[in-house]
């Protein structure tokens, strides 16, 4: 379990020196919120809402809990958030797990008399948009105001986590965290520019299906692959079918004897490991197919393990980037030396 303030220190003086330039592009004069008295006018994905300008305390749900978890607000309830908790910081973790849960892992878990109970000032909502429906919104409005911020797609995010943040009155914080990432990020696009360039990768997903003899492909933009493209690596193709939007629009899923046809062209293919390190059953399925093993970069021994992956928040993905330094590393030994 790592240290916030130990990450901090180290990463302080990156921080510091893109911070300015992250603040003044992506937020000058850009501000979600205008002013008006103790309250503020903020655009949300539910329209026009008046929220406190600094609220003392704050409900969040989905995806917005580990960002305003990270970002110091004051939450008073939250939603269950255990796909991230492996990822969290000591300080994080215990503030998650004595913060009255109000929600569990699924929209249509709200508990309203828990949220009535903690008495928010602001409630901000960071489902995905396709479950939303499944959110009693006239009786959270009754309770205070609700503020819509959820993604479509996995690698939202990014720009999700700002207004999230905005919201809860912490936005400093949270652009501190994004100018070390991207100051981070930026290091190892410059180390590994030599090793990547012109290489097609593609990305075998942990969600495939083998009671159905099916495996996943994630293409760029993905949960596998959002952060890895960061570093300038790019993820070639596209869904055969986006039509039913979300994620699909950024994988999708194959019967085991497509595993030729879909993997042919990759240079390299990434795959995705649980937080834990391990190889998912999923996964697995795939890697002890003679399918696979006979393809030309697996032959090639051009296959690359990413732990951390499916990171949701810019402090978080400091661990994913870690975790590919080390992968990249081993993978591109040659071109470093």
Known sequence: MRSRSTLRRATAAAAAATLALALSSCWAGESEAEASGETVTFSADNGEVEIPKNPDRVIATGYAVPVLL????????????????????EEDLATYEKTEKIMGETADTMNYEAVEKVDPDVIILGVPLPVLGDVNMDRLEKIAPVVVLGPSLPDDWKKLGGRQAEAAGVLTNFEEQKATYYAKADELKAKYAEGVEGLDFAHLGAYGDVGAGEFQREFGGSYG?????????????????????????????????????????????????????????????????????????????????????EAATYESALITLDAIDKAFAKAFADELK
Do not use: C
Request: aromatic share 10%; glycine share 10%.
């Open 70 to 89: 990270e970002a110091d607000a004051p939450l008073v309830g939250i939603s269950e958030w255990g796909r991230g908790t492996a990822m969290m910081s």
């Open 225 to 309: 692959t959002h952060i890895v493209g960061d570093l300038g690596v790019t993820y070639y193709g596209k869904v055969k079918d986006a039509s039913d939007g979300g994620a699909a629009q950024v994988s999708e899923y194959s019967s085991i004897e497509e595993v030729p046809e879909t993997f042919a062209d990759a240079d390299y293919i990434t795959y995705t490991l649980g937080t834990d390190g391990k190889i998912s059953p999923e996964v697995q399925y795939v890697l002890d197919s003679k399918l696979w093993k006979n393809l030309p970069a697996v032959k090639a021994g051009h296959v690359i393990p990413v732990q951390f992956s």
